[in-house]
């Protein structure tokens, strides 16, 4: 047997080497589901269900993973995890890749085996699903709950009908029929109903069960075919039904060991896999709570063979449609799968064969007179011609009517019955291990199955339904062998139906051959016709004759016995038929009892007569003692202190001193046994008289059915009286009830009524007060509104002065700042003035001493011009300096003003942190100041490329000048008042422009921040007039910047036109 872990694994192979599954169990393999944690654990399988196929099926766990096993393919997946316990499954659904689970929320989906999707979503139950039955077509489902049974249709997904009924009754299982349009319903009170699956009309019911079953069904199979129900419940007891007769056939008992039955499948026609054998054997798979499933033949009612063990139980079983495979969900959780080819090849042996071919060999040419024989089994030969002889063929037909299996306890040459009665003398019974053996060999029982089986199957006599009543046993069973072995012996003559003493009579032998009820019927037959000689012929009344041959027997062994008899007038009615009627089965234990019997069917029939005189002889202290009838009455229906080995010894003594003339031998026939093939007739007995009494008791019973009838009518007519009179009663006390529920009813509206008009008279008043309480608060909150906004008005109106001051004395400064670099401005202009007319002057004076002194003019040209490009540089580091520390003094204020601009922001974030509109507008103001930073900061690069620019053509121009110093004298005066000029523009424009710029960038930045801090509700429209008027700032001096480029340009265009002049004037 091969196991399979699905462990983790979504796909894999069912199992890694051929398969080849052992008889006695039949396994192909074993598939657990163990988790691959830490601590492993096992997913217990719950459901399982093979698809129309045969060879694939579907099994879920109680985690939901539901898994597709393909046993041709050799191959699983994983294809839904539905993450709760599925309690009913179906593969066979008109689409063969989808299939559907019932789950534990009581809800049914359709899934998708392929692409594993979920197809649709069924609703509609209120308890779990346990059982789902698809039609042949696969295009209609129905699901079974306790409470409901649901018709779906597979194509829409939708609810077709809903079967409702009482919570009394209860719902056992709903399905359909196998290839029909019938729906079978069984519900828990073992009424069956029949219905058309397109109509809902209900074709037929079948009738309740016989009372005597006492059996619930729970369980319900049906043949392929559709015509025959099994159904079981909690009992050994299985019933049969024939679906187009609609009565029940059989009941096939179980062993004693089965007490209840969880499952019942039927194994398909075809489960012989394609042998010759006949294919309509109905094979039967009972699963009882043992956990063994055992399949039975319900036509001999014989086992077949059965899976499962009591170590290792079937929780469940399903079988494939092709009847291939049985999978079964054991009760460790993990899954088997079976093979019932394998399991029924001792069954599915062909039979021996019906002819046997006898052959003989060609003789030899030195030996004539000698020949072989070859015998052969198989196919009938014909004879083959040959040149040299010929063989003979010769046919020898076996008979056909004859049993292929070896009979149970077949008879042994070796017994008879002088060997066994000097065996019974020597050791006083039989071995118990051989006794049934050796009696049924001394009666020569002839085990007629078929004449038995006719008698049984004709039912109950009437005369036994009624059995239990007279005679309670305990064991069902029992009483029911019982019952069925009388109703045969009535069945085979009539005279039996009448005869009181016949339980006592059959009861013992009853229950030595319970598990053997034909052994039973032929030992209880056998002893009627010869221990019962003459038992009848006085019938109804005991057999005179027989016991006035005990009581001559008696008279002539004992004498005061029988004269003690007859002196308490006790005749041989009291002392003697009770033994016979009970086979001293009263008055003897078991063993004493068989011990009996074993010379009792040892011996001559009279032996048991005999037997009767010697107990009594044997008990005849106490007996003598007995002075009451009642104390021989008791004596001779209980159990006394007896050996039975003396009454034993003294039958044998009897039996050999008894004269001849009184002896049972000369009265009574030797032993015959019954015929073969069909029993003998039995009729000894006064036939006018049973037969009398069966009429008179055949009138009785009509009479007596009349009347039940009669009364039965009589009955049903005064309960229906009384049911109408309860209804109208019932109807008088519901409208008078009604009457007075009305009234009652209109009581209470009326005062719901009042009770409502006061309520809406309280409601209205609270409602004025709550009107008037949110008129007042309204006006305070109005009140409080306007004082707020009064408040803040006047707040923005401080602010606003306050800002006005504020930007009045910022302009004043401004304006005061401009006045002064003004003045300086102008004063510098004077001084430069004033330095050109000096240089002016200075440089007539150097070209006229120039021409006067050349080596001297030369070296103070070039100290002159040294000093002037030290002073330059120094004059540009001094610039840079005073630039550097002008823009560090900016960025000193410019931090100031943002920490006390953070400290006010700070402030007001604390005060209004909760105002989220206002911090988008801070962030906005932000970016928007940030943005102004970046074209200032633009700005001033611009301004010193420009600076930079312009020193770059100062560098031109100086090399322009040096070069033309070798062109002439007179241009080195020019070149100086040149260098001065650009030295005099280089100090002062940058002295003007940078720290107005900064100011007004700091004064820009500052202005915003100061607005922002004091007056948010303004900041928008202040934000966009800061940035107006900085525009405009940027406007103004870009033109002021562009007009100083000019003006710089035509005073650098007119001092070339002054270098060109100035060399001819002074040529001149």
Known sequence: ?????????????????????????????????????????????????????????????????????????????????????????????????????????????????????????????????????????????????????????????????????????????????????????????????????????????????????????????????????????????????????????????????????????????????????????????????????????????????????????????????????????????????????????????????????????????????????????????????????????????????????????????????????????????????????????????????????????????????????????????????????????????????????????????????????????????????????????????????????????LAFHDKELLQHFINHDVTSQLYAWPLLETVFSEVLTREEWLKLFDNVFSNHPSFLLMTVAAYNICSRAPLLNCKRKDDFEYFFHHRNNLDISAVIREVYRLLDTTPTDIHPDNMLDAFVALTKGQYPVFNQYPKFIVDYQTQERERIRNDELDYLRERQAVEDMQAEVDQQRVEDEAWYQKQELLRRAEETRREILLQEEEKMIQQRQRLAAVRRELKVKEMHLQDAARRRLLQLQQDQHEMELRRLDEEIERKVHMRDREIAATAKDLEMRHLELESQKRLYEKNLSRNQEAVAKEMRENADAYRQKADLEEHMFHRLIGTDQTQNQKIHKLIEENLAKAEQACLNTDWRIQALHKQRCSDLHRNECYQEIAKLLRKNRKKEIEVLNAMMEGEAKKWEEAEEKDFHLKSEKKTAALSDASRRWFLEKEIHDAQHPCDKVVPKCRDEQVASGCLPRTSQLNDISEMESLTQISLNQRKMHWDAMEQDLMERVRNLRRRLATQAQNRCQTPHLLAT
């Open 1 to 553: 047997m091969q196991s399979t872990d699905l462990g983790s694994k979504e796909s894999g192979k069912i199992w890694h080497r051929k398969p080849s599954p052992a008889t006695r169990d039949g396994i192909i393999v074993n598939i657990i589901h163990n988790t691959s944690d830490y601590l492993p654990k096992v997913l217990r399988f719950l459901n399982v269900a093979f698809d129309s196929s045969g060879d694939c099926l579907i099994a879920g766990d109680h985690h939901g993973n539901i898994y597709v096993f393909d046993l041709c393919g050799n191959r699983f997946n994983l294809v839904q995890r539905t993450t709760q316990a599925c309690t009913a499954l179906a593969f066979n659904l008109h689409r063969k890749s989808e299939f559907l689970v019932a789950l534990a929320d009581y809800s049914i989906k359709c899934f998708d085996t392929v692409t594993k999707e979920l197809v649709s979503w069924m609703r509609g139950h209120e308890s779990s699903v346990f059982s789902i039955s698809v039609h042949g077509s696969g295009r209609y489902a129905i699901t079974t709950s306790s409470d409901t049974a649901q018709l779906w249709d597979l194509d829409t997904f939708q609810r077709k009908r809903k079967l409702n009924i009482l919570q009394s009754v209860g719902i056992q299982k709903v399905f359909f029929l196998p290839f029909s349009n019938t729906i079978l319903s069984c519900f828990k009170d073992n009424s069956i109903f029949a219905w058309e699956c397109d109509t809902l009309v209900c074709k037929y019911q079948l009738p309740a069960p016989p009372e005597s079953s006492n059996i619930l069904y729970k369980v319900f199979a049906v043949t392929r075919d559709g015509r025959i129900l099994a159904a079981g419940g909690k009992s050994n007891h299985i019933h049969l039904w024939c679906l187009e007769a609609k009565q029940l056939f059989r009941i096939i008992q179980m062993p004693t060991k089965v007490r209840a039955i969880r499952h019942l499948e039927f194994l398909p026609d075809s489960f012989d896999a394609g042998s010759n054998q006949v294919s309509n054997i109905k094979v039967l798979g009972v699963l009882s709570q043992d956990g063994i499933m055992r399949f039975i033949n319900i036509q001999t009612c014989k086992l077949l063979f059965e899976i499962g063990s009591l170590d290792d139980g079937i929780s469940s079983s399903v079988i494939s449609p092709h009847g291939r495979y049985i999978a079964s969900i054991m009760e460790n959780g993990s899954l088997n799968i079976y093979s019932v080819q394998t399991l029924t090849k001792e069954i599915n042996k062909p039979p021996p064969p019906l002819v046997k071919v006898i052959e003989d060999l060609p003789k030899k040419k030195g030996n004539s007179g000698d020949f072989k024989v070859k015998v052969t089994s198989g196919r009938v030969q014909r004879p083959v011609k040959s040149r040299e002889s010929k063989i003979q063929t010769r046919i020898l037909k076996q008979d056909l009517t004859g049993s292929f299996e070896k009979k149970e306890n077949e008879l042994s040459d070796g017994l008879n019955k002088k060997r066994l009665q000097i065996l019974l003398k020597g050791y006083g019974e039989f071995p118990t291990k051989y006794r049934m053996f050796i009696w049924r060999s001394l009666l020569q029982l002839p085990e007629n199955h078929t004449a038995f089986s006719n008698l049984i199957d004709k039912g109950i006599h009437v005369a036994f339904l009624n059995l239990q009543k007279k005679y309670p046993i305990k064991s069902r069973k029992l009483l029911r062998v019982l019952q069925r072995t009388l109703s045969a012996l009535a069945h085979w003559s009539t005279i039996f139906s009448d005869t009181p003493y016949l339980p006592l009579l059959a009861f013992p032998f009853v229950k030595l051959f319970q598990n053997n009820q034909l052994i039973c019927f032929e030992v209880v037959a056998t002893l009627i016709i010869n221990w019962c000689q003459h038992w009848f012929e006085y019938f109804p009344n005991p057999p005179i004759n027989i016991l006035s041959m005990i009581e001559n027997v």
